[in-house]
Nanobody, 123 residues
Framework: QLQLRESGPGLVKPSQTLSLTCTVS??????????WGWIRQSPVKGLEWMGS???????YYNPDIKSRTSISRDTSKNQFTLQLSSVSPEDTAVYYC???????????????WGQGTQVTVSS
């Protein structure tokens, strides 16, 4: 059974870099045709796709935040990581990692999700 689990700090100061890791069990992040994404949810913006990393390692980002976002992976640990730089209180949200087949940005099609982790940006 596929499981995804987010981990990282729950509080980040403005202007710093937010870093979250998703640990995957029950399936490999290199399995053909699967994409692994980061999605966040806030009361103001709702669900927002942030970016994805493909089974082959290619990356795709939401143009609105592309300049601040980086997604990488460690295949030996079956993990992928989100880094979001220059955060502000507007980046306060629940952050989810999730898996999707065959495409990388349609939030409605992500079919396996982590439980989510609350990140608050505040001094």
């Amino acid at each position: 059974q596929l499981q995804l689990r987010e981990s990282g700090p729950g509080l980040v100061k403005p202007s710093q870099t937010l870093s979250l890791t998703c640990t995957v069990s029950g399936g490999s992040i290199t399995t053909n045709s699967y994409y692994w994404g980061w999605i966040r949810q806030s009361p103001v913006k709702g669900l927002e796709w942030m970016g994805s990393i493909a089974y082959g390692g290619g990356t795709y980002y939401n143009p609105d935040i592309k300049s601040r976002t980086s997604i990488s992976r460690d295949t030996s640990k079956n993990q992928f990581t989100l880094q979001l730089s220059s955060v502000s209180p507007e980046d306060t949200a629940v952050y989810y990692c999730a898996r999707v087949f065959g495409q990388y940005a349609d939030v409605a099609r992500f079919e396996s999700w982590g439980q989510g982790t609350q990140v608050t940006v505040s001094s």
